[in-house]
């Protein structure tokens, strides 16, 4: 059974930053593409970022340039980095895994183990 551990959300102020973790059970966790995701009262959740492995990660556009998503294999944790946070950054942050190709990394429907969440406030 594959277990996955969100942790680090929090209240922080417009241009902060936060970084949030993901701790994942499996002794396949190197060999699965790692994804997060965030979804914010009323909407869908949506893709933020993915990466498998040590390969060239996926960013949405809204997380280009401010969030980055690193795994440490040893520790099977998965991190997303977020600066420059902005007040439209706020929803509850998901962990997820798939096994999809990397043209599916953004379709929700593919990841087929997900974290509780961790909540992200970010205040103007």
């Known amino acids: 059974q594959v277990q996955l551990v969100e942790s680090g959300g929090g209240l922080v102020q417009a241009g902060g930053s936060l970084r949030l973790s993901c701790a994942a059970s499996g002794r396949t966790f190197s060999t699965y593409t790692m994804g997060w995701f965030r979804q914010a009262p009323g909407k869908e959740r949506e893709f933020v970022a993915a990466r498998r492995g040590a390969g060239y990660p996926l960013y949405d556009d809204s997380a280009k340039g401010r969030f980055t998503i690193s795994r440490d294999s040893a520790k099977n944790t998965v991190f997303l980095e977020m600066n420059s946070l902005k007040p439209e950054d706020t929803a509850v942050y998901y962990c997820?895994?798939?096994?999809?190709?990397?043209?599916?990394?953004?379709?929700?429907?593919?990841?087929?183990?997900w974290g509780q969440g961790t909540q992200v406030t970010v205040s103007s």
């Open positions: 997820a895994r798939t096994q999809t190709i990397r043209s599916s990394w953004r379709d929700v429907r593919q990841y087929d183990y």
